[in-house]
């Protein structure tokens, strides 16, 4: 192959679909940066299920995100950067080309006059980010099957319509089809179609929904990967009518590896709120197996693969034939979750966060007695304690509330987060990477995991938390670390405090436990002075 990826995107009109996800900003500064002659990235945003108070417009929106750190490295390189990304509200995607008034809308700071049909007659290539983010007000059936697969229909249809389109690559998730015990590179039909089952939920209530959703899912996990084994359901049926199609399977997503910056993170990414739950000592325990695999794979990962990918399709003699590519590390890197405790734990002491509720010690336990009473005694006792203390300094009770959320996220999470290796297929993916080596293009646009060292990126991940979640300065390490000092303290006047008390009651009243507590009391001494002696003769 004569063409680099950089000359495959020269002069490309690119529509994105979720460009302002996690991952879709991670895209969008990507291929700014890593491929500058690119002609114009249009941005479609659903201003109608935005969760903000404030309603911005798609312009309003992306000013926001320009003032991120995301883009300064794109923004040293072009100043004017902005002028390539065309934000626009979605509807003008669905407006009738009849209706010349409601088919056009000028970009504010563009020349451009955006329409249906400019937009059928300029996309060249479309990368589509389905939701991946795993939002528990978004566990209900009705929502994640209107947000990705009924959405993706109405999407897929205006696709068709798009004269010049050459490549789409879809971000799906590994978790689709996680109760096959192997996944491979194909689609697995579901035969409930999406349209009657919307249908069929129009007339049911949020509790007849809940009941029914259990029966409607099968085998499925969760409503999570019940919609995208539908999505990719519509996406093999849709096949035929459109141009070359790739699909992107990925497990969790998180901080990024290498760029835009090691640790990149974003506050909307769900383990991140994990590790600030651990860190700041609010998470004590999680149940499963210690050495079940922690599936996460950094977001720079599945970006530059999803770039590649649409350069790989264009150079295919068949395009008649869907491409999957699994992004996954269990079965490439795996990395166990009695790691990451250990991990956790230690970094978050060296680099510990501001307003820590306890000292960061996570244990996982697949034990369901063990843990009910590590929760009891490590999460629920503590909370009520320190809102009994709130209250008592006039200030408003939160701590009980913040351990009902932690412990809602951590159900909801418990299909994804504890299992053992994800078994799949890796040969696309295997093929891609060799491709790209031949071309001296792997360093630039990597996807390879194995190659990734978890404690480092641990490490990483924290400092990105703590610096672009939280907002606390990474120098400024002191205030901290006194107050995670005055924690222990706590502690071990608070363990002293127990000691003495378990020693009135149960001990100093009873002859026979006395006598034992003296008995072991005397055997420690007499081991130490007999240590001391042997130490103090060896040095004579």
């Known amino acids: ?91 003008i995607l669905f407006s009738s080309s009849n209706d010349e008034t409601n088919d056009i809308e000028q970009v504010e700071n563009h020349s451009d006059i955006l329409s249906t049909r400019k937009l059928q007659e300029t996309i060249d290539l479309c990368f589509y980010m389905a939701n991946n983010s795993i939002d528990i007000e978004e566990q209900n059936l009705k929502d994640m099957v209107q947000t990705n697969v009924m959405n993706l229909r109405s999407n897929l249809n205006f696709l068709k319509t798009c004269t010049k389109l050459k490549s789409i690559v879809y971000l799906s998730s590994i978790y689709a089809n996680i109760d096959c015990p192997y996944i491979d590179e194909c689609i697995y039909p579901c035969s409930i179609e999406p349209e009657k089952l919307v249908q069929t939920l129009d007339w049911m209530d949020t509790e007849m929904v809940g009941l029914a959703t259990p029966k409607l899912i099968g085998p499925k996990p969760n409503v999570f990967s019940f919609s995208h084994w539908l999505a990719e359901t519509l996406l093999s049926e849709e096949q035929k009518h459109l141009p070359a199609l790739s699909i992107v399977r990925v497990s969790i997503i998180g901080a990024a590896w290498k760029e835009p910056y090691p640790g990149w993170v974003e506050k909307s990414n769900g383990p991140s709120e994990l590790f600030v739950a651990a860190g700041r000592g609010y998470l004590r325990s999680m149940k499963g197996d210690s050495h079940d695999i922690l599936d996460i794979v950094p977001v720079d990962i599945p970006v530059n693969l999803l770039i590649s990918a649409a350069w790989q399709k264009s150079f295919e003699d068949n395009t008649d034939q869907m491409t999957i590519y699994h992004c996954t590390s269990s079965g490439l890197n795996p990395f166990h979750w009695q790691e990451m405790s250990n991990y956790l734990t230690e970094y978050s002491k060296r680099i510990p966060y501001e307003h820590a509720f306890r000292r960061p010690n996570l244990s996982v336990t697949s034990h369901s007695l063990l843990h009910d009473s590590y929760v009891f005694f490590s999460h629920l006792i503590p909370a009520y304690l320190a809102d009994i203390g709130l209250r008592c300094i006039g200030r408003k009770p939160h701590i009980v509330n913040i351990y009902k959320n932690l412990h809602q996220t951590l159900l909801a999470l418990e299909s994804f987060t504890i299992r053992g290796e994800i078994q799949c297929s890796y040969d696309s993916v295997n093929s891609l990477r060799q491709l790209l080596t031949e071309n001296n293009m792997s360093n630039e646009f990597y996807f390879d995991i194995r190659a990734l ?75 130490f002075v007999r240590f001391f002696k042997i130490l103090s003769a060896g040095n004579s």
């Not at 991952?23 to 700014?32: A, I, N, R």
């Not at 000092?485 to 149960?506: D, K, Y």
């Open 1 to 91: 192959m004569s063409s680099s990826i950089n000359d495959f995107y020269a002069e490309k009109n690119i529509l994105i679909f979720g460009s302002t996800t996690f991952p879709g900003k991670v895209l969008l500064e990507k291929l700014l940066r890593s491929c500058p002659t690119i002609k114009k990235i249009y941005c479609p945003i659903d201003t109608t299920t935005t969760k903000s108070k404030h309603h911005l417009s798609p312009i309003d929106t992306f000013a926001e995100i320009y003032t991120t750190k995301l883009f300064e490295r794109v923004r040293c390189n072009n100043a004017k950067f902005q002028e390539k990304i065309l934000p626009f509200d979605i509807n």
């Open 453 to 527: 060292h978890w404690p480092t990126y641990i490490e990483s991940f924290l400092i990105g938390t703590k610096r672009y979640v939280l907002n606390e300065d990474i120098q400024c390490l002191n205030g901290a670390q006194k107050h995670l000092n005055n924690l222990r303290n706590i502690r071990w006047t608070f363990n002293t405090i127990i000691l003495v008390l378990l020693w009135r009651i149960f001990i100093s009243k009873r002859p026979t436990a006395r006598n034992l507590w003296y008995f072991i009391i005397n055997f420690f001494v007499a081991k």
